[in-house]
């Protein structure tokens, strides 16, 4: 799921060129993946609690291959169907994971939540280099991108379909009687959070074409230097968050890496720079999604699936809206300007953690 949700802003600026459309256009395909998100973020608690975790893995999964092989294909209405299917089928996957590790490691369900992520992050940076290596070699950007994943998959519909997932007592999906107000702070910096990690996720590449001159394949394996801050920063999950334990310090801690960051790569004089400044702010942006979604699921102990689905919705609310925004600022006047929509979401962030009680 990491690798097809994080590979689309690598094969966007290919895809543009091969439909020959505005940069705003193409955009629309991430929008779809995060409709997805949307969709299961309003149905998914109910949807998970009916038919049970492991029957919802299971239907994930195939929901994501037959959204790969449509997204394949020539047919663009067939493509655009598909990448709704993934965004459906990934938001799943998003769903399950934050309840089940907040449920083993209830001690330490951040630093459980950010090393899931950094193996998510891991896999994430294969796909920018995939693609930037099927462009190089001639092949195209859907033999590195569509090809891989489809395999992986195959590969686990066996154990997958063999696993079982604990389910949680039927009383904890069917408690009525919990407040949403709690919910709203953490959900709220979920959003802000996602917002900020996808403008890098989908526009890094185009921006670091247009700014430093790189060519397609450069841009796509430079791009993944973001990927990689973060796998880094998420694997140092649990010696972080030991050292950091309060709340509030970690999610400054972080925001200032990933706003010293984001000033290397949007000042840079070049590509070198740029690309080094993606890494500090991808080390910057690691545990922000980690430590905002555990908090999501810490308001609702009771209701751990459903707290997750709220979760998903924020994600694909981001997903959907802020980079297709900065896109359009980007038509409207330019992407080096349009990217300050960056910084003003950290900025946010900064705020929430200073302000909140919840914090």
Partial sequence: MAFLLNGLGAVLAPLQRDLHVTRSDVAFYPSLFAAGLVVV????????????????????????????????????????????LLGLGGAVMVQLGPPLLSALHPQAPTAAVGEANALASAASVVAPLAVSAALVSGLGWRAGYVGPALLALALLTVPAWKLKMPEPPP???DSQGVASQ????????????????????????SAL?????????????LAS???????VGRGLSAPI????????????????????????????????????????AGLGMALLYPTTVSRVVAVWPHAPDRAAAWAALASGLAIGIAP????????????????????????????????????
């Fill in 324 to 359: 297709f925004v900065l896109a359009r600022l980007s038509d409207a006047t330019e992407l080096h300007t349009a990217y300050l929509i960056v910084p003003a979401l950290l900025l946010v962030l900064a705020a929430r953690s200073v302000f909140s009680r919840s914090a």
């Fill in 225 to 231: 230097l973001f990927l990689v801050g973060m796998a």
């Fill in 41 to 84: 973020g309003l149905t998914g608690g109910a949807l998970v609690g009916r038919i049970g975790r492991t029957a919802a893995l299971r239907l994930a999964m195939a929901g994501m291959m037959l959204g790969g092989l449509l997204l394949a294909t020539p047919a663009r209405i067939a493509t655009l169907l598909g990448a709704l």
């Fill in 241 to 280: 968050t030991r050292r950091l334990s309060a709340v509030r310090a970690l999610m400054l801690t972080c925001v200032g890496v990933a706003a010293a960051g984001f000033v290397v790569f949007w000042a840079a004089p070049n590509l070198t720079l740029a690309a080094a400044g993606l890494f500090v």
């Fill in 182 to 205: 709690p919910l709203l702070g953490p959900w709220v910096d979920v959003l802000v959070a996602v917002s900020a990690e996808f403008c890098f996720v989908f526009w890094a590449a």
């Fill in 171 to 173: 009383s904890a999906e």
């Fill in 209 to 221: 074409i247009e700014w430093d001159h790189a060519s397609l394949g450069q841009a796509s394996a």
